[in-house]
């Protein structure tokens, strides 16, 4: 009765909207008190990892990420200048407690400046998205760059950072930065394999100066596509599940040879009706799940956060997790660390 049930609510759960899927997440936990295990015992080392591992991811965009978005592309600024203000504090808090996250950063983000190209356009070398709508953009008139003021990190910080990208990578917690395209692109419909190519390509391209080659990918607005593309390019670990209900799981080796990570839950209040502390309650219990099963959790947010947000739930959350990992109850691990430990997992107990 219970798997025909789960059955049901996976099926349900898949065609929801992206929304939608928030809602019920929240719901289903609301209901159960619990956050949702999903442990393939054939496809994931049997016995987990030996112990349970949280992972943290933040999307890291600046304007990039709201230039588009529905309601908020007017405040896409104001937005990147409290990102920016953010930035220095979560390192801070982070090495505080000697936990690394992974940074799923905008290619662009690491330019020191950029130049309108002979045809009036930024970056005119690239592959542009055509116009499209969804649940959460809209981009419906003129050039997908026409924002990009082509100017520099000094003028226009709400669309650059390599100091900010200097910050984390000298911080001594040791982060991982992961990719997530150059102009924050949708990488579903409508982006076709060459758009994919050229925004994969231009990230890497920019990351290049820093000394970086990133193996993790985290797709803006969680639009998932052109798999192939990515796996092509070296690509280690995605953050897409085939069951993307699962909030306690492990990675799962995709056909394409990538490993697919489940996104356990955003920190963040919206979609719920939760208070600071019934949240704040509730991430604990996903860190307590991955500890009880020898799972993983892994939790992401953006740095643009509201200010309490990150004062009343992630720096809480970082410290209890610090704790625990002080008692051996769990491991923290970026998300190329948890591929790994995962890989490991299952060599040992002869999976592979
Ligand atoms: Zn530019
Ligand atoms: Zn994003």
Redesign the pocket.
């Known amino acids: 009765m219970i798997g025909l049930l789960k059955e049901s609510y996976e099926k349900l759960y898949s065609l929801l909207p992206q929304r939608a899927k928030v809602m019920a997440s929240e719901l289903v936990f609301k209901l159960s008190g619990k956050p949702y295990v999903y442990h393939d015992k054939i496809l994931h080392p049997p016995n987990g990892l030996g112990r349970g591992v949280v992972s943290f991811s933040i999307?890291f965009?600046l304007a990039w990420?709201w230039q588009y978005a529905r309601n908020q592309s007017k405040d896409c600024e104001k937005i990147a200048l409290h990102e920016r203000e953010q930035v220095p504090r979560l390192l801070a808090k982070f090495d505080e407690y000697g936990i690394g996250a992974t940074w799923a950063t905008v290619g662009h983000l690491f330019l020191e400046k950029c130049e309108r190209g002979w045809d009036g356009l930024a970056h005119s070398d690239m592959r542009r998205l055509q116009h499209f709508e969804n649940e959460y953009w809209k981009f419906s008139s003129g050039d997908w760059f026409q924002h990009d003021p082509c100017s520099s990190v000094d003028r226009d910080p709400a669309w650059y950072a390599p100091d900010l990208i200097e910050q984390i990578l000298a911080s001594k917690a040791g982060h991982e930065i992961g990719c997530?395209s150059f102009s924050?692109s949708a990488f579903g419909v409508p982006c076709s394999s060459d758009v994919a190519a050229s925004e994969i390509d231009a990230c890497l391209e920019a990351m290049k100066p820093f000394g970086l080659r990133p193996t993790t990918w985290?797709f803006?607005?969680n639009i998932e596509g052109n798999f192939d593309t990515l796996a092509t390019r070296g690509f280690k670990g995605v953050r897409a599940f085939p069951h993307s209900w699962a909030e306690v799981s492990l990675p799962l080796k995709r056909n394409d040879d990538m490993w697919g990570i489940h996104a356990s839950t955003p920190i963040d209040l919206d979609g719920g009706g939760w208070n600071l502390e019934e949240r704040l309650a509730r991430l604990k219990k996903y860190v307590d799940r991955a500890s009880a099963t020898n799972l993983s959790t892994h939790i992401w947010f953006?740095p643009s956060l509201p200010r309490r947000q990150i004062d009343s739930l992630l720096f809480p959350l970082l410290r209890y997790c610090a704790e625990l990992r002080e008692k051996g109850a769990i491991d923290i691990l970026t998300l190329d660390g948890l591929v790994d430990a995962t890989e490991d997992a299952l060599i040992r107990e002869g999976k592979v």
């Open positions: 999307d965009e990420a997530h924050h985290v803006p607005g953006h």
